[in-house]
């Protein structure tokens, strides 16, 4: 079988993979995307996926530069404006999107609304050639032309080969590439209930010591929760009925949402960290999970990820301007010098969290509530913070700023 040739080759068209095509085929790189499965296309009015993703501004940014927030806000997304985190019996700190005059904080979005949108968008490009269901069976890395196989034999050639294929990413480990981390011991339980006292348009967090739970709103009266907990805590509250599981819900939230109802199925998921010890090899790039998989407790993984993909393709466009081979390392090395750095911060921001409330000892819980008060008595720690959860400050690649449609830009 003779190869087809690509500019780049994206394995994995999830959140992150899929942004990656739509931002690479409006600029007129030829791609090829492999993914296993297509997306749920259409669903039930009344059905809710348990999985959904707290969508930061320059993430929406992104969506939108992309063409596909549109899309997603018919499909349904929420906004909150509030978020309220607090320890049992301990200090309590609110953000509010007036402390800094944006209209909300973020919005929840269920993941099959990101993912359709998205696979909409790039089903409009021309340039966006998707082979599914299929998976890559070889991989043969090259810095002028890496090589992929397929499970069918289709052999496929390019610039550049992206693995944007998840945590356990398969292409990862055909490049030899390993990761480091360890698993939390903490399964995160997930779920959509009805909250008695409606979504008042904010994100709830609760610190326990078996970890945080949030409730993230939905339309109307719903919540979708992330629940995490002891692996043994997350497996009786997956096997217990409805009606106990809606009670120790109720208690674990305080009741500050009133009575919680669970609506439809729930989820386990194991959490770990875990990041690729390179991002890079000649021909190849990692972005997404595949590159680092952080606690969910602060919503930030697709963000980081959405973010990888966006420096990814500032740097190919850069790359293209100056005829650099795309998959040569003085290229790739300047996109993970931009998010490697980031990325471990942000995973060990999450991770000393993550410790710091895992335990009832006393003096640590003296300084977390006077870290916790004085961050909300000090408005322009608050402001700080907020901005920093926006994940609009500081240098970030063009498209997650607004309006940052690259044609409009002029590469420094
Ligand atoms: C409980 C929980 C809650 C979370 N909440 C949030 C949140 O609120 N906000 C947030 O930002 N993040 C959140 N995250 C993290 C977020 O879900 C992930 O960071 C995100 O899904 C990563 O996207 P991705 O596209 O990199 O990988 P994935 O979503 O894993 O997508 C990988 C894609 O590759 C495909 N694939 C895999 N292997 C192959 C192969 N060999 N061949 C072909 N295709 C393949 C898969 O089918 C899939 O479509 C949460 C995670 C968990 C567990």
């Known amino acids: 079988m003779s190869e087809q040739h690509f500019d780049i080759i994206i394995a994995g068209g999830g959140m992150v993979g899929a942004a990656l095509a739509c931002a690479l085929g409006e600029q007129n790189f030829s791609v090829a995307v492999i993914e296993h499965r297509p997306p749920v296309e259409d669903w039930p009015a009344d059905s809710h ?3 959904v993703s707290a969508i930061s501004r320059a993430s929406q940014n992104i969506f939108a530069n992309l063409g596909a927030w549109e899309d997603m806000r018919e499909l349904g997304v929420t906004p909150y404006e509030q978020m309220v985190v607090w320890e049992s019996g301990g200090a309590e700190i609110r953000f509010h999107a007036a402390d800094i005059g944006e209209p909300d904080l973020g919005h929840i979005i269920e993941n099959r609304i990101i993912q359709l949108a998205l696979w909409r968008q790039m089903r409009r490009l021309e340039q966006v050639r998707i082979f599914c269901p299929a998976s890559i069976s070889g991989l043969q890395l090259d810095e002028e032309r890496p090589q992929v196989t397929l499970n069918d034999g289709q052999r496929l050639e390019a610039a550049l080969v992206v693995a944007a294929d998840g945590a356990r990413s398969a292409l990862r480990d055909m490049a030899g590439i390993s990761t480091g981390g360890w698993g ?4 995160a339980v997930v779920c959509t209930v009805r909250a008695e006292q409606g979504n008042q348009a904010s994100c709830w967090q609760r610190f326990m010591a078996t970890g945080p739970l949030a409730l993230l709103p939905m339309e109307d009266d719903l919540f ?4 995490s907990t002891s692996p043994e805590q997350a497996g009786e509250l997956l096997d217990m009925d409805a009606r106990d599981f809606n009670a120790a819900l109720t ?12 609506l439809g199925e729930r989820g386990g998921f194991p959490l770990r960290l875990q ?16 590159a680092h998989v952080i606690h969910p407790l ?19 466009l850069r790359a293209r301007e100056r005829h650099y081979p795309l998959g040569s390392l003085p290229v790739l090395r300047r996109y993970e010098r931009a998010r490697k750095g980031e990325n471990i911060a942000m995973q060990g921001a999450m991770d000393l969290f993550k410790r710091a409330f895992s335990n009832d000892l006393g003096p640590l819980k003296v300084i977390r509530n006077l870290g916790m008060g ?3 008595r000090l408005t322009p720690v608050r402001k700080l913070l907020i901005r920093n959860a926006l994940g609009t400050v500081g240098d970030i690649p063009i498209l997650a700023r607004r309006n940052g449609k690259r044609h409009n830009f002029k590469l420094q």
């Not at 979708?224 to 629940?227: D, E, K, P």
């Open 298 to 316: 602060a919503g930030q993984g697709v963000n980081l990820g959405l973010l990888d993909m966006a420096e990814l393709v500032d740097q190919l």
């Open 49 to 51: 996926d348990i999985r």
């Open 374 to 376: 004085a961050a909300n």
């Open 184 to 187: 939390y011991d903490q399964t």
């Open 251 to 262: 208690r674990a939230s305080e009741q500050r949402l009133g009575r919680l109802s669970l």
């Open 275 to 290: 990041h690729a010890k390179q991002y890079i090899k000649p021909g190849l790039a990692l972005v997404g999970d595949a």
């Open 224 to 227: 979708s929760i992330v629940w």
